[in-house]
């Protein structure tokens, strides 16, 4: 994919040790395109591990958090694996296929996540091997209208669902999903389409979008990701995720008795994943203090061309109320729990 970003102007950095486009020379633009239009991404932070067997989704079913052994091929749902204890090992997009199951996650996860499943097999006639290929984001409110326009007749409706497209004679899997800011899609290629598959979406409307743009909409929209804002460190609860990555009606699983627990007295937990509206901008990673005490962290921090210095933060349980004033970094901020009226607020405060 390098030669189309080359030629798009991309301007590259890293996360996590992986080769990632930040913007392609216009954040503004394309921050409008994934917010009004549609906004292309190489999501270069995923991959993709390909359960096969006989048995994979009922292995699977006893792993991960949300139901699988029900989906039906074309049909999908997104998961996480857990310790016994609870603690996040990773965020999967589970499709299930006629023959396999496809495991998308972080391309640093990819490795434990076979690990641990090969380590629980013992002897299930299940099998587990990385899946070459290319993860892409369409996202913005434009996207069906492109897809349909680069050749994708029927596009999955429900969250995860996923059916196989030709995009000007090159071949994708399209997802309909659920944790791209504001809603959008996945596709899924082999290296040796991917670059076409992306020149077919650009030649019907859609414009590349770097890892700039994209976290401004992650944070507007209160949508954390695995590195930046999930690590093993969290429980599920903490993030937000619960009603997303959980199936409170499935049977047994590793973690479950935590999740179970942690449900049973509401969702109480120690720290929980906030929106702050800040008076300036800060950097990830900065404290979080209330009278000179610290009370969480900062963990994706940007500056939207609407909303001014914002960031997702932890922040401890006695401070997360919506409206609680706290610091981060030293700079005077407040809780949110969602952005949906600060445009509004922005627009009022800059026109008085």
């Given at each position: 994919m390098?030669?189309?970003?080359v ?7 890293e996360?996590r040790?992986r ?9 503004p633009?394309e921050?409008?395109?994934?917010r009004s239009?549609?906004g292309?991404?190489d999501?270069a ?5 390909e ?7 009922k ?10 052994a029900?989906r039906r091929?074309?049909q999908?749902?997104r998961?996480?694996l857990?310790?016994?204890?609870g603690?996040l090992?990773?965020?999967?997009r ?15 996860r990819?490795?434990?996540l076979q ?8 002897a299930a006639?299940?099998r ?6 290319v993860?892409?984001?369409l ?11 680069a ?16 995009l000007a004679?090159?071949?994708?899997r ?5 944790d791209?800011?504001?809603?959008g899609?996945?596709?899924h290629a ?10 077919a979406?650009?030649a ?29 460190d969290n429980l ?6 619960v ?24 969702g ?8 702050l509206?800040?008076e ?7 404290a ?12 994706t ?7 001014g210095p914002?960031a ?7 401070h997360?109320?919506?409206g609680?004033?706290?610091e981060a970094?030293?700079?005077a901020?407040i ?10 607020r ?7």
């Amino acid at each position: 994919m390098d030669e189309a970003h080359v030629a798009a102007g991309a301007l590259f950095g890293e996360r996590r040790g992986r080769r990632i486009v930040v913007s392609y020379g216009d954040a503004p633009g394309e921050y409008a395109a994934a917010r009004s239009g549609a906004g292309l991404v190489d999501l270069a932070v995923r991959e993709i591990l390909e359960a096969s067997g006989a048995q994979r989704q009922k292995f699977l079913q006893g792993m991960l958090s949300n139901e699988v052994a029900g989906r039906r091929p074309g049909q999908g749902c997104r998961a996480a694996l857990m310790s016994a204890r609870g603690g996040l090992q990773a965020l999967v997009r589970v499709l299930v296929d006629q023959s396999v199951v496809l495991l998308e996650t972080d391309f640093d996860r990819v490795g434990p996540l076979q690990k641990t499943l090969e380590h629980y097999r013992v002897a299930a006639p299940v099998r587990f091997a990385a899946s070459p290929g290319v993860v892409l984001a369409l996202v913005g409110p434009t996207a069906p209208e492109v897809l349909r326009a680069a050749g994708a007749e029927t596009l999955p409706s429900e969250a995860e669902d996923h059916a196989p497209v030709a995009l000007a004679g090159h071949a994708a899997r399209l997802v309909k999903a659920g944790d791209l800011p504001g809603g959008g899609f996945v596709l899924h290629a082999a290296e040796g389409s991917a670059p076409g598959a992306w020149e077919a979406l650009r030649a019907a409307g859609a414009r590349p979008v770097g890892f700039d743009a994209l976290d401004t909409r992650r944070v507007e929209t209160i949508r954390p990701w695995w590195g930046s804002d999930v690590t093993e460190d969290n429980l599920l609860h903490e993030t937000g995720l619960v009603d997303e990555c959980h199936s409170a009606t499935k049977g047994c699983y590793v973690g479950q008795e935590v999740v179970a627990r942690l449900s049973a007295r509401g969702g109480n937990v120690n720290k929980a994943l906030r929106g702050l509206r800040l008076e300036a901008p800060v950097s990830a990673g900065a404290a979080v203090t209330v009278d000179g005490k610290e009370a969480g962290r900062v963990t994706t921090a940007v500056v939207s061309p609407r909303l001014g210095p914002i960031a997702l933060a932890y922040v401890h349980r006695n401070h997360f109320a919506a409206g609680t004033a706290v610091e981060a970094g030293g700079v005077a901020a407040i809780v949110l729990t969602g952005f949906e009226n600060e445009a509004a607020r922005a627009a009022g405060e800059g026109g008085a």
